[in-house]
């Protein structure tokens, strides 16, 4: 099972700055199938990045993806009050799909 | 428009077994493969299995192997999870959510908070 890592746990910021959130896999994720999904309180994850770098549907520009083998990054280029979030990284490059534990970005 | 639109909430004795549903609508069913997700309070998400409406084809978690079953009726565009010999630690919220093949999840249905109490 690839084991994915998020980094920092909580991230403190004030709208109009920068996020960077990170993700580690354990081994390296095929074809890059590396996905991230925004949550909020009592709602369900929405997808935000899919195949590392591609937004999905709706997605605002600010939100970019990068990376390959085994680190990936999450960038938020100026926060907005909405992107205040849990947010989750997961890996489906192996048929045991398998989420990272979250970053918490929270307003500061 | 895409939905997917979970069952009720429930509360289940330790022991029991629940089975939970997934209507979908706004898409070809068969086009899609359903993943069964669930969160514990405060916690992340774990990857429960997947099913694939064209032919049945079920791939399960190992760690609820053995536990969970999930069928689908396609008359009806409704996938079923069902975990047997509930425990206190499934207590969770189960999401249903969509993939073209074995992808990214595009769309996930609201949840189901199952509570396993006795």
């Known amino acids: 099972e690839i084991v994915l890592t998020q980094s920092p746990g909580t991230l403190s910021l004030s709208p109009g700055e920068r996020a960077t959130l990170s993700c580690r896999t354990s081994q390296s994720v095929g074809s890059n199938y590396l996905a991230w999904y925004q949550q909020k309180p009592g709602q369900a994850p929405r997808l935000v990045i899919y195949?590392?770098?591609s937004r999905a549907t709706g997605i605002p520009d600010r939100f970019s993806g990068s990376g390959s083998g085994t680190d990936f990054t999450l960038t938020i280029s100026r926060l907005e009050p909405e992107d205040f979030a849990v947010y989750f990284c997961q890996q489906y490059g192996s048929s045991r799909y398998t989420f990272g534990q979250g970053t918490k970005l929270e307003i500061k | 428009q895409v939905q997917l639109v979970q069952s009720g909430a429930d509360v289940k004795k330790p022991g029991a077994s629940v089975r939970l549903s997934c209507k979908a609508s706004g898409y070809s069913f068969t086009s899609y493969y359903i993943h069964w997700v669930r969160q514990a309070p405060g916690q992340g998400l774990e990857w429960m299995g997947i099913?694939?409406?064209?032919?049945?084809?079920?791939t399960y978690a190992q760690k609820i192997q053995g536990r969970v079953t999930m069928t689908m009726d396609t008359s009806t565009s409704t996938v079923y999870m069902e975990l047997s010999s509930l425990r206190s630690e499934d207590t969770a919220i189960y999401y249903c959510?969509?993939?073209?093949?074995?992808?990214?999840?595009?769309?996930w249905g609201q949840g189901t908070l199952v509570t396993v109490s006795s």
């Open positions: 195949g590392t770098s």
């Open positions: 959510a969509r993939s073209v093949l074995e992808y990214y999840f595009d769309h």
């Open positions: 099913i694939k409406p064209r032919g049945g084809d079920t």
